[in-house]
């Protein structure tokens, strides 16, 4: 069977597409490709001998299960690092992150509001703050702590959170900014390019989306995410069959023409109608013209 996890399916009329770029999981966004990063800090306190051998060497165990994609137990790891040796804010920014990572947006919330009781400068706090409003849906009360984050630290994972933020608010213009800012930093980042491809085609501006998205779904590291949202901008832009080669990469029949169908919803659709149909699907369920996966 083919992946259908980044489409909706079902029979009869054209089902809501899930979302395809942004938050779900938000640990794409730990780095700015989908592999997270964590902030090294000036005032990270490094294990020395006696009992903080044993924070080390727990410490070494959590970024290992972390890179080797088990966040629930990276997590229990980082957690009993810090009960040998308090005093790592790193480790506790690590821990928020890999939290995140691990789908628990309120314990990662806990964490880096701990860190930055103490430590408010502190860059990879106030990102992964803000990250973590986003994935509790406060995406307005995410854009302080990301903006402080940049301000302290600019790096392309900031922009591209902050990116994410601004599309849920729906201000997009200011997110394809973002995302350009974040890929100034990291250019030819796909998670970035992806983002912002997207953001172009909630916007109108399909051609753009296009070329954007067209170089990044044809990279190495092209994700079904990133075909999926070039046939998305394809669609939106009334290429249906090229719109539909592309689609078929991943998915089945039955799915690209649910998938087709709605492209034609949503090309019907205002830039903000678009942008609450496929970001904020929960404001959408009285629409007849979509319905609820």
């Known amino acids: 069977m083919k992946n259908r996890q980044m489409i909706a399916l079902g029979r009869g009329r054209p089902r809501r597409i899930q979302l395809v770029g942004f938050l779900l999981p938000l640990a794409v966004l730990g780095a700015c490709s989908d592999t997270p990063t964590y902030n090294n800090t000036p005032h990270a306190t490094q294990a020395t001998v006696g009992k903080d051998v044993t924070a080390k060497v727990a410490l070494d165990i959590a970024d290992h299960e972390r890179d080797a994609g088990d966040p629930a137990e990276a997590v229990t790891f980082y957690r009993r690092a ?12 690590s821990l928020g992150m890999t939290l995140l990572q691990a789908g628990s947006p309120n314990e990662a919330a806990d964490t880096f509001r701990k860190v930055l009781s103490r430590f408010p400068k502190d860059a990879g706090a106030q990102t992964g703050l803000g990250m973590a409003l986003v994935q509790l849906n406060q995406p307005a009360a995410a854009l302080e702590p990301l903006r402080r984050g940049l301000q302290i630290n600019p790096d392309a994972r900031g922009y591209r959170a902050l990116g994410v933020a601004e599309n849920l608010l729906g201000q997009n213009p200011e997110a394809e900014a973002d995302y350009s800012r974040g890929l100034a930093l990291a250019p030819g980042d796909p998670g970035l390019s992806n983002d912002l491809g997207l953001s172009m085609a909630l916007s109108g501006n399909f051609n753009g989306a296009i070329a954007v998205l067209r170089p990044a779904a044809a990279g190495p590291n092209a994700t079904p995410r990133t075909r999926q949202n070039l046939a998305l901008a394809l669609g939106l832009a009334g290429r249906t069959e090229e719109a539909g080669e592309i689609a078929r990469m ?36 009285q629409n007849p013209a979509t319905v609820q996966h």
């Open 82 to 93: 810090l009960e040998s040796n308090p005093n790592q804010p790193q480790v506790e920014v």
């Open 250 to 285: 991943d998915l089945d029949e039955q799915s690209v023409r649910s998938n087709l169908a709605y492209y034609a919803v949503l090309r019907g659709m205002s830039p903000k109608e678009r942008t609450e149909a496929l970001l904020r699907p929960a404001a959408q369920a």
